[in-house]
Structure formats: C-alpha cells, structure tokens
C-alpha cells in the first residue's frame, strides 16, 4: 500500500525542477524591462529625436557656409547673413500677417504688442551676433563648452515664466547632455583645433555667456508664443523687427567688410545656402516647440557641432578621432532620458500667464481637437508640460507652412 503513494509523490517532484527562487528574479527582471522599453521606445521620443536632429543638421549648415566663407573667400559678414535671413521672415511671414483682416493682423499685433516685440526682435538679433563674433576673440573649445550655459539658464526661464516643473531624471539627462560636450571638446583638444586663439579671450568668453543668455530669452519667449498665440505672429514679428534691426547694426558695423567682399558666384551660393539653411531652421523650431519644448529642443540640437565636424572631415581636412562618435551617442542617451518622463506645469501656471484673447489662426484647429478629444482639457495643470497637444500638432503646424 505505500507504493502507490510513493509513486503518486514522484511526479509532483518533477513538476518543480528549477528552484523557487529564481522565477520572482526573472520576473521582476521583465518587468523592469519592459518599464523601460516602454518609456523609451515610444513614438513620441522617435518623432522628437527626429525633429532636433532635422534642427541640428540646418544648424550644420549654417556653420559649414559661414566656415568656407571665412576661410575660403575671408568673407566674415555674420550681421549681413542674419540680415538677409530676416527679410526672408519678413518675406514669407510678415506679409502673411499683413494679409489678415481679422483676428491677429498686423496692425492689431503692431498696436498692442509693438515694444514686446522690438524687444525680442533686439534680443535675437543680439543673440546671433554675439555668437558669431565670439570666434574672433576667443577659441572653438571655449564657445563650445560655454555655449551651453545657455541651457541651465533656459531651465531657470522655463520653471519661473512656463511654470515647468522638473524631475530628478531631467537634470541627470542634462548633466549627461553636458558630459557629451566634454567629450566632443576632448576629441577637438587631441585634434588640435582648439588652436587659433583670438586676440582677448576674456571678451571671447563674455561675449559666448551674452549669447548664450540671449538665446534663452528669445527660446522661453518663442515656446510661450508658439503655444500660446501663433507660430506665424512670432515668426512674422521677428522677421519685422529683426530686418529694421539689423539693418542698422549691419550699416554701422559692417559696410566696410561688404565693400571688400570680390562678389562671384560661389560666394553667392554660399550666402544663398546660408539663408534657406537659416530661414528653415527659423521656420521650422516653432513646429518642434511645439510639439515638445524649448529645453528638450536646446539638448537635441547639441548634437549640430558633431555633424559640423563630419563636414569638416571632407571640406576642411579635420583630424576624425573615435571620442566624436563617444560624444554624439553620449549626447543622444542625454537627450532620450530627458524626453523620457514628462515634464509637468505647476498649478499656480493657470493664474500667473497672462491670458490671451485670441490663439492665433494656425493654432485654433489643434485647440479644437485637442477639446473635442479631451473633455478634460481644460482642467488646471494636470497634463504633462511637454507632451499637451502633441498628437497631430505636427500635421496642423507642417499644414499652415
């Protein structure tokens, strides 16, 4: 009789060969990949990686034109080259604005806001120019490694004005951002390039800091406008003021160095792809603003420096070093953690911007769509800072080009 139970116990026994403790580990290992994967592989990071590295590739274009200008032709013109930049928005933009008979036309614009825009219009202006002219005092490793003190100042913007609220991942993913400038300034160090230096360094660096400020002001303002108002009534006021603007800084400052230039073609196709490279970076950073933020658009076109030196291999004889492919993908770990978890608005955001009588015609579909979807839309600061209205706002924006 103790035989059959004998046997009845055996296969008991072998339905547990492994040992107990081993499926919880292996459990909580898929789970925590899968928490990973999911917040990492979304389309939303996909489409943002995309948008900042479009950014950065028209931002490449920009220095590679600028770059064979100098050395080439020794044209260094900055203020002519923004100049026709703005009259391209003046061109485009502008008018459109000047078409509208209702709503957000020029004059109401004009008549309500004109110091608010002269004011940004200056600041861009300013931005761009004391960049540029920062190579002449100090060297490429300094503009590179200050350049991005705009980006903690952006952040600082972003929490007190966009009343965006941070976690502890997104100044991880800054840091490592950072860490990726570090290692592309390494790689330009054993290379060499960070020869050449200008005649004051300190000016050199003040005048990168300047920029670098500026162009955290002109971003936080770009980001409240887009999202708030209208991506044509910033793009057409910029390229108003921005035209008048450096128009008079371009005839103080540099009419003798235009007097100079020995005009032919090439040089005209060089100020020409400067131009549309310009003009689309312009036109097209409202739409990923838009879409994300200007903080995760700051971190992403950081890689713009890089693709400028892969040019540089074939154009200007540049020494390639491994630390250049180390830095872009340091750089882009930065930039998905970051976009990773959302940022979020603080509650008091509702009460302390100031409200706007109209959303501007090339944003009033979304704003549709986004309360026809969400019958919660309108709820105070519940909804995530960076990702509110991203699906099919890329569509609506690339429509009103």
């Known amino acids: 009789m103790e035989r059959p139970a004998a046997a009845a116990a055996t296969p008991e026994q072998q339905q547990q060969p492994s040992p107990p403790a081993l499926a919880p580990r292996q459990t909580c290992l898929a789970s925590l990949l899968s928490r990973v994967r999911g917040k990492l592989c979304t389309w939303h990071i996909v489409k943002t990686l995309a948008l900042g590295q479009m950014l950065s590739l028209f931002i490449c274009g ?5 770059q064979y200008l100098a050395e080439r032709f020794q044209v260094n013109t900055p203020m002519l080259q923004s100049f026709i930049n703005y009259c391209l928005l003046l061109l485009a933009y502008t008018t459109t604005l000047a078409c509208r008979k209702d709503g957000d036309s020029l004059l109401k614009i004009l008549k ?6 002269i004011v940004l219009g200056l600041v861009d202006v ?4 004391a960049i540029v002219k920062a190579y002449q005092y100090t060297t490429l490793t300094s503009v590179q490694l200050l350049d991005c003190f705009g980006i903690p100042v952006l952040m600082a913007l972003s929490w007190f004005f966009l009343r965006a609220r ?20 390494g790689a330009d160090i054993l290379a060499g390039r960070q020869e050449g230096e200008g005649s004051n360094v300190v000016i050199g660096d003040i005048l ?18 887009v999202k708030n108002l209208s991506r044509v009534e910033f793009l057409g006021m910029v390229g108003l003021f921005g035209t008048v603007i450096s128009a008079l800084q371009l005839g103080i400052l540099e009419h003798k160095d235009i007097a100079n230039i020995q005009w032919n073609w090439k040089i005209v196709l060089l100020f020409l792809a400067f131009a549309l490279c310009m003009f689309g970076l312009y036109s097209f950073m409202p739409i990923v603003i838009r879409v994300t933020s200007a903080t995760s658009v700051n971190l992403g076109i950081l890689t713009a420096d890089l693709y400028s030196l892969f040019f540089g291999l074939f154009l200007f004889e540049y020494k390639f070093s491994v630390l250049y492919l180390l830095s872009f993908v340091v750089i882009m770990v930065g930039f998905i953690l970051y976009c990773s978890t959302p940022t979020r608005t603080a509650e008091a955001a509702s009460s302390s911007l100031p409200l706007t009588a109209s959303i ?5 579909a979304l ?3 986004e309360n026809h979807l969400d019958p919660a839309a309108d709820s105070p600061a519940q909804h995530d800072g960076e990702e509110s209205g991203a699906e099919g706002s890329l569509a609506t924006e690339l429509s009103a080009l």
């Open 62 to 66: 920009t220095a590679v034109t600028s």
């Open 166 to 185: 941070y976690k502890l991942i997104h100044f991880l993913a800054v840091a490592v951002c950072l860490l990726g400038v570090g290692t592309m300034v």
């Open 208 to 225: 990168v800091l300047l920029g670098a400020s500026l162009y955290a002001i002109s971003n936080v303002s770009e980001e409240y406008i």
């Open 360 to 364: 501007g015609f090339d944003n009033l």
């Open 126 to 129: 300013e931005a761009n120019y």
């Open 112 to 117: 309500e806001k004109w110091w608010k825009y």
């Open 367 to 369: 704003k549709i769509e």
